[in-house]
């Protein structure tokens, strides 16, 4: 009784903090606007053509990207590779850059190299773009779910067969559920992305919703335009889960079982593969942005540097208990999810409209004199981050809850455990690194984010990312670059912190 | 650990609580050139300014959309456009109030809104910046018009029209030619192959890097690439056409129902005033609207310039109407 009290308070909790915006906004638009029938009218062939070479896009970057995100995850999670713990680190980097300034650091250099920059300002750009951006996520997820396989399982399989087989037939279904999800959450960053398409000149969805929002201040049709990525996002998850609801799952490894690592007959392909990937998706924009960083001489690196420490305490507090909460709300929305009903299609409704969409509903919802405390302080950008991302942080920690088997939760309670106890003496020691790896994605997202912040943020408040875009307009380029390199340098220093204190919290346990 | 939370909590709550000597501004202008002033401002008044900018991602209209959706419970005293067109859009839907000032009366009245709902300051002109190794002296454009012509196919940039002060720039063109001939010019540009860039800032990288030869965009762009030491010149068209060029200045505007009325009527008067265009035309390039302003060397006077005799009110009913045909042709 108690549990089911806690469980649905925090439910409430999460519907009227970060879903009833939402809902309002659709229902105002839908029963509050007399133009409703007239942006009815406006949702023409064009629109549902975009929406199609929308859809095209995410399918094409979440194939790749997971496609990409499962060799890398392997070689780097079950294989033995030289500097594999730098490797998965620096790997990580472009999930630290805003997708906006990788776009303008390729284009650049597609210029420089190739006298102009018509190949990459166009759809296969977005794809190649995007694909960088995003396969760091499900080298994250992927890798996880590698890392939680019970090491007996592909041992048994390694007596019988080749190493390859055992990744085919044994390690590639276990991970099936991370799969999908790599699957689905590039998908649908990939259908909501705007500033890439945008800065390539390539008309998408996404574009068409910004520009009845920002050209034609339309907020209603740039809403009821979003209710259609809500829709498609919605069915997919339900397909998926009609198609999961199937599949079989295996045990993650107990505690004492350690991660094998395996030796490659032939380590030149691989090598070479995460050399190549090493060059262009993190090498390729660092170097074009040190360039141009330093292309004036160290002055504007040092300007940036005065510019964006007075952001450092504000962004760092805010993206930090931003992740905890996320986190804390993933955990409880996926433990909900396994145990008892699929209840993660309620983050969906968020996670799947674009940023600004999202940020007006809160606006709208929050911008109330009774609600003030609310809305003028840093806790609305906290309720915009957790909106926005608890849902990666729920499907994170699901595959995690779904890989344990239910013996152990069922012989704890036989043994008269508490519920409480079993979530921390149990249940958390045991998805250890998928909170871990939700926390950092979470993190990440949450120190760069932009689409939110920028209609949130209180004024008079310095926030990096914030700080970074708005100084970009009519600033040089040295001093926009030298801006990007310290927000990834801070970005990575705090990264590598939590990586450090993970490893300790993991050799305690 | 406790402590920490409850501190932390206090944090997200009371972080950002006004105080009595303090104003909120929301701003469309680079942040470059607006922070400097807003802080000299809060020097020499005492009163704390509170800002919030806009990104060039958004396209500038992250703050204007804010201000709509705040229309119910206003949070900000003073929007400071880089344009007048967004505060009409924003006197439009009931967001702005009259405040008539004593400082602004030496301003042509065509830079003030005539129920004093926005008052016009330093201004920026659209111009077109070319790049001097790509393009000789005497082939350079005089006029707009040229544009359409043979020796200029796909080698001039715009940016997307969607936006900005090129959306304010066409509807000023249809306002003063009419529908049918500014159709009829913007066909013939698509015809001869414009290139439509992402934003004036991108019209004026691709001319530095001579990806393209010219284009048009704002003096403060032009003037940036100039600084940075770009080899671009600077035409005002159709100076000898007398078709002119458009001038756009900053605009400002009180938020009706704004919570520091008496302080949003300061900063206004320090924005409007000869120093802040000083100020405005050392940093950027910008033009005083207020006489006898001392101005650096290289910024050219308002007198100097034939400009584009409009009415940014009706320029501003024309952007909407015209707002779909550009969706189109952009298309």
């Known amino acids: 009784m108690k549990k089911n009290i806690l469980n649905i308070s925090i439910y409430v909790a999460i519907i009227f903090f970060i879903i009833l915006p939402v809902i309002y906004t659709i229902f105002s638009v839908f029963f509050g606007d007399s133009s409703f029938l007239e942006n009815i009218k406006l949702l023409d062939k064009n629109t549902f053509l975009l929406l199609a070479k929308s859809l095209l896009l995410a399918f094409t970057v979440a194939s790749f990207t997971t496609f990409f995100g499962t060799i890398l995850a392997l070689l780097l999670y079950k294989t033995k590779i030289h500097l594999s713990n730098f490797l998965k680190l620096v790997l990580l980097i472009p999930l630290f850059i805003s997708p906006y300034i990788l776009a303008v650091a390729y284009k650049d250099f597609f210029f420089l190299v190739f006298g102009n920059s018509n190949l990459i300002s166009s759809f296969f750009g977005v794809i190649l773009v995007l694909t960088l951006v995003f396969t760091p996520l499900s080298i994250l997820i992927i890798g996880s779910a590698l890392s939680n396989i019970n090491s007996q399982i592909e041992e048994s399989g390694l007596i019988l067969t080749s190493f390859n087989r055992v990744i085919y037939k044994i390690v590639l279904p276990l991970i099936k559920p991370a799969l999908i999800s790599s699957f689905i959450l590039v998908f649908i960053f990939s259908l909501s992305e705007f500033s890439v398409p945008a800065f390539f000149g390539v008309k998408v969805f996404t574009t068409e919703i910004f520009s009845r929002f920002s050209a034609f201040y339309n907020h209603s049709l740039a809403i009821l335009q979003s209710l259609f990525l809500i829709i498609i996002c919605v069915s997919l998850l339900l397909a998926d889960r009609k198609y999961l609801s199937k599949a079989s799952f295996l045990a993650i490894g107990n505690k004492g079982t350690k991660n094998n690592l395996y030796k490659l007959k032939n380590p030149i392909i691989s090598n070479l593969f995460l050399i190549i990937w090493l060059i262009i998706s993190v090498a390729l924009p660092f170097i074009v942005l040190f360039i141009q960083a330093f292309s004036d001489g160290t002055t504007n690196f040092f300007k940036a540097l005065e510019l964006l420490i007075p952001t450092f305490a504000s962004s760092f507090f805010l993206a930090f208990i931003g992740a905890i909460i996320i986190v804390f709300v993933g955990f409880i929305v996926a433990n909900y999810s396994v145990k008892y009903k699929k209840t993660d299609w309620v983050l969906l409704i968020v996670f799947a409209i674009p940023s600004t969409i999202y940020g007006i509903s809160l606006i709208k919802f929050y911008n109330q004199p009774s609600l003030n405390f609310i809305y003028s302080g840093y806790a609305i950008i906290i309720i915009g981050y957790v909106g926005k991302f608890s849902f990666i942080s729920a499907k994170i920690i699901e595959n995690a809850l779904k890989q344990i088997p239910k013996s152990l939760d069922e012989a704890a309670q036989i043994a008269s455990i508490s519920n409480s106890s079993r979530i921390r003496k149990i249940l958390i020691p045991l998805i250890l690194p998928a909170l871990f790896a939700s926390f950092i994605i979470s993190f990440i997202f949450s120190i760069g984010e932009l689409g939110i912040t920028i209609m949130l943020y209180p004024p008079g408040t310095e926030i990096m990312p914030i700080k970074v875009f708005t100084i970009m307009a009519n600033a040089p380029q040295s001093l926009t670059s030298s801006m990007t390199l310290i927000v990834f340098s801070v970005s990575l220093l705090m990264i590598s912190g939590f990586y450090f204190v993970f490893k300790i919290i993991k050799r305690r346990r | ?331």
């Open chain 2, 1 to 331: 650990m406790r402590k920490l939370i409850l501190i932390s909590i206090i944090a997200l709550f009371v972080s950002c609580n006004n105080s009595q000597k303090e104003v909120i501004v929301y701003t469309s202008v680079d942040q470059i050139f607006s922070e400097p002033i807003l802080k000299d401002f809060e020097k020499e008044t005492g009163i704390k300014i509170k800002t919030v900018f806009d990104t060039e991602e958004t396209k500038s209209t992250g703050v204007l959309n804010r201000l709509i959706a705040e229309k119910d419970n206003p949070q900000c005293d003073v929007f400071w456009s880089g344009d007048p067109i967004r505060t009409i859009v924003l006197k439009n839907k009931g967001i702005t109030t009259a405040y008539k000032l004593e400082i602004a009366k030496d301003i042509n009245s065509v830079f003030k809104d005539k129920d004093n709902e926005w008052t016009g300051f330093s201004a920026r002109a659209r111009v077109l910046i070319y790049n001097k190794d790509s393009m000789n002296k005497e082939d350079i454009p005089k006029s707009i018009f040229d544009l359409t012509k043979p020796e200029y196919k796909g080698r001039f940039a715009i940016a997307n029209p969607l936006f900005g002060t090129t959306t304010f720039h066409f509807a000023a063109i249809f306002t003063a030619l009419g529908d049918e001939k500014a159709k009829q010019f913007l066909a013939d540009l698509k015809q001869n192959n414009v290139l439509i860039a992402t934003s004036n800032g991108d019209v004026k990288k691709r001319v530095v890097s001579g990806e393209i030869a010219c284009g048009l965009t704002d003096t403060d762009d032009a003037n940036e690439a100039i600084n940075e030491g770009a080899n671009v010149g600077i035409v005002f068209l159709d100076q000898e056409s007398g078709f002119g060029s458009l001038i756009m200045p900053n605009a400002v505007c009180m938020i009706k129902n704004s919570p520091n009325k008496e302080n949003a009527k300061v900063l206004i008067d320090y924005l409007l005033s000869k120093e802040t265009e000083a100020k405005l035309a050392k940093s950027c390039a910008q033009m005083p609207l207020h006489k006898g302003v001392e101005i650096p060397e290289n910024i050219p006077s308002l007198d100097n310039i034939i400009p584009m005799r409009i009415d940014y009110n009706k320029t501003s009913v024309k952007l909407e109407e015209i707002q779909d045909y550009l969706k189109n042709w952009v298309e």
